[in-house]
C-alpha cells in the first residue's frame, strides 16, 4: 500500500489540515515583511550637500543655486557642491529683475565633505540616512539587499538538508529561533558592517520558512486538495506584502520597522507545540511509533474512526516499502543527479526558479517610477497578487502545472516587454503593465513552489527545494544589482528581467507534468516513469489514481 491510501483513512482534508494550514500561515506572512522590507529599510530620500548657513527646507531658493550645481535634468545636485561658491556673484546683491550670469569658465565643483542634509518628510530614518549610503556609497546600499538573499541561498543550501536528515519541524524551529536572535541584533546595529553581517544572517535563518512550511502541508494533504490548500496558503504571502505598506507608512523610522517584523517570530515559536511532524518523512526515516502517534492524531481530529490495531499494521506494511529506499548514507544533493529523471527534474527546475526570482525580485523593488508613492505603490503590488492566485488555483486545475508556470513566466516577460515600448510620460499605462508584470510574476512564484515540490520524492523534496531555492534565491540576490545597469541604458534591467523570464518560460516545459499524480515517497517512484512523451505525461498520473 502507499501513504496516499493511508492518509485517505485518517483524513486527506479536514480539520486537522487546517489547523495545520492556520499554524503555518504566519511564517508566510512574515518572510515578505523581510524580503520587501528594503523598499523602506534602504529608501533614498531627497538630500543634499550639509552647507553651512543652509536654509532648512529643500526649496531651490537662490542661496542655494549659489552653493549648488544643476544636473542636466535641471534639478540641484544631490552630491556635488561648488569649491568655491564666494567668487559666484552675490545672490543678496542682485537687483530686480537681475540674475546671476556664469563666471568665465565652468565652476569647479567638489564631492560633499561634510555630510548630507535630508529630507525626513516621508522617512525619519533609513540606513541610507543612518550611514549617508548615498552618492559614491550608493552600491553599499544597493548591496544591503544582495548580502540578504546570499544569506538566503546558503541557508536554503544548509536547511533543505537539514530538514530531510533531522525533520521538518525541528528544523522550523532552528529558524524561528535564529531569525528572532539575528533579526533583534539587525535592529541594534552600531555600524553599517554590523547590519550588513547580521542582516545576511537573518536571510539564512528565514530561508528554513521558504524550503520548509510548503512540504509540511503538502506532506499531510491527499492529492485533491493539494492544490486549494497550496494556493489558500500562498495568499498569506500576499496578505504580508499589504501588511508591509501598512507597517512602512505607520513606522518610519528603520529600527523600530526591522523590529516590528521581527517580534512575532516569539508566538511563532510557541505555535510550533501544535505543528505535526511529517508522517511521510517519519515513516521514510523507520520512525513508525511516532508516525503512528501523529496519523492517529489526525484521524481523531478528522473525526475517522480508525482502530489502532489496524493502522499499526498498516503502517507497518508501508515501512517494510520505504525500507528499500533507505540506505546508511543521509540524504545528499548529489542524490538529485545520480539518476536520469532526477538529474532531468532538478537542472531544469534550477533555471525556473532562478528566473522566478530574478523578475519576481527586480519588479518588487523597483517602485520608484510608477508616479505613486512608495505606500501606496507596496500595497496596489500586494492587491494585485490576490487575483494571480485565482488565476494560479484556475489554471493549475484546468490546464496542469507545467502549462501554469510556462504561461505566467511568459505574461511577465510580455508585461516588461511592452513596458518597454510605452512612453515614459504615459503614467498610467507603464503603472498598469507594471502591476500586470507584478501580478504574473507572483503567479509564477506561487506555481514554482507547488510544482516543485510535487515534482520530488518525500525522501529528497526538502533537498531539491533547498537546490532549487539556493538557485532561486541567487537570481533574487543579483535583481537588486542588475537595477544598476540603467546606468549603462535606461531599459537594461527591463530587458534582463524580462529576457531570464522568458528563457525560464521556455524551460518549464520541459518539465514533466504532476496534475492529480500522488507525491512520490521514494526515489524509486519517480525514476519508475521513464521521461515520457508530453501526452503519456499527462495519462500517467490519471492512470495512477483510477489504480
Known sequence: MGFEELLEQVGGFGPFQLRNLALLALPRVLLPLHFLLPIFLSAVPAHRCALPGAPANFSQDTWLEAHLPREPDGTLSSCLRFAHPEALPNTTLWGEGQTPEEPEGKPSTVPCSQGWEYDHTEFSSTIATEWDLVCEQKGLNRATSTFFFAGVLVGAVAFGYLSDRFGRRRLLLVAYVSALVLGLASAASVSYVMFAITRTLTGSALAGFTIIVMPLELEWLDVEHRTVAGVL??????????????????????????????????????????????????????????????????????????????????????????????????PSYLDLFRTPRLRHISLYCMVVWFGVNFSYYGLSLDVSELGMNVYQTQLLFGAVELPSKLLVYLSVRHFGRRLTQAGTLLGTTLALGIGLLVSSERKSWSTALAVMGKGFSEAAFTTAYLFTSELYPTVLRQTGLGLTSLVGRLGGSLAPLAALLDGVWLSLPKLAYGGIAFLAACTALLLPETRQAQLPETIQDVERKSVPSSLQEEEMPMKQVQN
Not at 251 to 279: F, M
Open 233 to 330: 496558503s500562498s495568499t498569506f504571502w500576499s496578505g504580508g506584502v499589504m501588511l508591509l505598506a501598512l507597517v512602512g507608512y505607520l513606522i518610519r523610522d528603520w529600527r523600530w520597522l526591522l523590529l516590528a517584523v521581527t517580534l512575532p517570530c516569539a508566538p511563532g515559536i510557541l505555535s510550533l507545540w501544535w505543528v505535526p511532524e511529517s508522517a511521510r518523512w517519519l515513516l521514510t526515516q523507520g520512525h513508525v511509533e511516532e508516525a503512528h502517534k501523529y496519523l492517529l492524531r489526525c484521524a481523531r481530529l478528522n473525526g475517522r474512526p480508525v482502530g489502532e490495531d489496524s493502522l499499526s499494521r498498516e503502517v507497518r506494511a508501508l515501512n517494510k516499502v520505504a525500507a528499500g529506499e533507505r540506505v546508511v548514507q543521509r
